[in-house]
């Protein structure tokens, strides 16, 4: 590989963003130190490194120092640049415990409807913990973060700091989204990426408008569907009325779901807010288009676009004594058969599903009774084995025919790397 002189000609100063510190006036300490950090990073092998990597190994150096400032170290002069970069890695090293923290939460309440696209970037981000090289490029981020937010990490912000932020935000997003009706939740993300959960939906930008919407309309909000008579209300509601107005009814709206949904903290509402009032610019075009359809989707019962209500739909569970008699009834049964027969009678939860599936299909049992459930039921229950984490395993071992007979790769199907 070419090696070129370790300062590069134009240093990478100009493409960042404006620092509280003049840069350019600690040029000449800059470049010593950046000296150092190449001798340091070729492990003294070299004083040169590739221009690329230069400016890497100064952007982090600038980073760093940036960052050591922000959390209260005195402002850089060319006497203690080092002083303030070995700081920073102390900052960055706590910040890394709290990013893990995040992320340890996030995977413990992750939607079910969202569970292959967050579920790929959760584990992208154990591997930024294991790839994130904060001495020498403390400003990247080794990893691909494919799931949107409904409102992004600034681009200003790099390395750790994107990475906490990231999962800061993602943690008031779900905690939004747990407080629905899952299944509706499941139905209108279905609908919005033509039934293929493997798209980058953000679950938030979708629910929160029929959320607010239907609080408007005083209808249930857990139910997330907005009827076409309601659609009409809305914009009558709504093709007259100014942005202020829109605005103001938006926030309105925001703050009684807010209360209703039980979210607490002012971190939560203010998130609400701010994601309400990014709707009114949308409300106000497609009402004055006539159509409100694009902003608050009626759901119609189509295979193609979502799925009819499965077979267990967390419908009345029984109780502990009817349930623990089918069970001993179940280990009396002669055939896999006579038991799935059992199982389709007389169950209508998935709670009460998984509970059966946990104590009385063993071996290859299980096979036949994952065959008789529709699609959509073997959906949510590979939803509920994601939810319960890679540590999770029942006893009798159920949870590992399931991709043989709902493998992640079909539609709609959420997916655990064990």
Known sequence: MEQKEILPQKPALSGRPAAPWDA????P???ELLGRRVRRYTMADSSSVPAETAGELLESILYSIGLAVSAGAPPPEPGNLDALLEFSWGVIEERLGEAKELLKRAKASLPPASAMAQESTLEEMDAFFQRYDYRF??????????YPLCLPVPENLGGVEYIREYLRRLA???AFCLRLEEYAVTRLALFHCRGDLSMP???YSITVPNALACNILGEPIRFLDISPAGQILLLNQ??????EEVREELNSSALALYRELGLSGPEEREYLEIAAGNLVHRIIAAAKSGDLAGVFPSLPDKPDVVFSAPMFADNETMDDGTLRDLAETLSDCSSVSEKVDLVLRNVHSLRDLVEILNLCFWEDEPDEMLRSLDGDTLFLLRAY???KGPDWHSET???TRLPKIAPPQSRNMPHRKD
Request: negative net charge; aromatic residues 12%; glycine residues 2%.
């Open 201 to 203: 939906v953000n679950l």
């Open 385 to 387: 084995v994601l939810k």
């Open 29 to 31: 300490a800059l470049w």
């Open 238 to 243: 709504f093709k007259s009325a100014s942005p």
């Open 24 to 27: 350019e006036s600690l040029r």
């Open 397 to 399: 071992g159920w949870e």
């Open 172 to 174: 008031l997003e779900n």
């Open 137 to 146: 490029f403390a400003h990247q981020i080794p990893c691909s973060v494919d």
